[in-house]
């Protein structure tokens, strides 16, 4: 079945550092990607998405492009602030679905 | 636009006693998720209404749990009798429509637990 594996956390950063939440997945046919971000004590909203193979999606300096061949969409954004601490998702949406499938989850601390 | 609606936000309940879950979707949208999460197993999609109508029920646990959705602006989940091992948060989402793509839009969470 399809699937989706991201990177284990906690990730602790200083603020300015460079990001990056690895993510792969296993899914027949094209599924769309996607990334969640949920920060505390609030649900999942969507960050950003891409739909296609090397289409780049991109939302408040983060960044993720579709890797067919790698079957990856790494997060990354270059310079994080303390407000970006929250637990990153990815997911995957089958084209002839409606069912996301999300990875485990990312936490992400920033430190001032 | 008030979002996706969940109450109530904190249930603590004993072991045994019956639990109602409740989700006002965004308006306008006609897809709706139930979702739980926690710790050890992540992210689990529970079911999901497609106009009102249940399309995928496989992720329901098992008997104890069942969910309805009566009209367009309002669904339940409902856990009779509840158990400790139920504690999680529970989200609904919803989305605007059945296509691909379509961004799924969530609820603050209801924390349970059940002691």
């Known amino acids: 079945g399809d699937s989706v594996t991201q990177m284990e956390g906690p990730v602790t950063l200083s603020e300015e550092a460079f990001l990056t939440i690895n993510c792969t997945y296993t899914a027949t046919g094209y599924p769309s990607l996607f990334w969640y971000v949920q920060y505390p004590g609030e649900g999942l909203q969507l960050l950003l998405k891409a739909t296609k193979a090397d289409d780049k999606g991109s939302n408040k300096g983060f960044e993720a492009t579709y890797r067919k061949e790698t079957t990856s969409f790494h997060l990354e954004k270059g310079s994080v602030q303390v407000s970006d601490s929250a637990v990153y998702f990815c997911a995957l949406l089958k084209a002839a679905g409606n069912k996301l499938t999300f990875g485990g989850g990312t936490r992400v601390l920033v430190k001032p | 636009d008030a979002g996706v609606i969940q109450s109530p936000r904190h249930e603590v309940t004993e072991m045994g006693q019956e639990v109602t879950l409740r989700c006002k979707p965004i308006s306008g949208h006609n897809s709706l998720f139930w979702y739980r999460q926690t710790m050890m197993r992540g992210l689990e999609l529970l079911i999901y209404f497609n106009n009102n109508v249940p399309i995928d029920d496989s992720g329901m646990p098992e008997d104890r749990f069942s969910a309805k959705m009566p009209n367009a602006s309002f669904s339940t989940l409902k856990i009779q009798p509840s158990e400790p091992r139920d504690s999680a948060v529970y989200f609904c989402?919803?989305?605007?429509?059945?296509?691909?793509?379509?961004?799924?839009?969530f609820g603050n969470g209801t924390r349970l637990t059940v002691t």
């Open positions: 989402a919803s989305s605007p429509s059945d296509r691909a793509n379509s961004p799924l839009h």
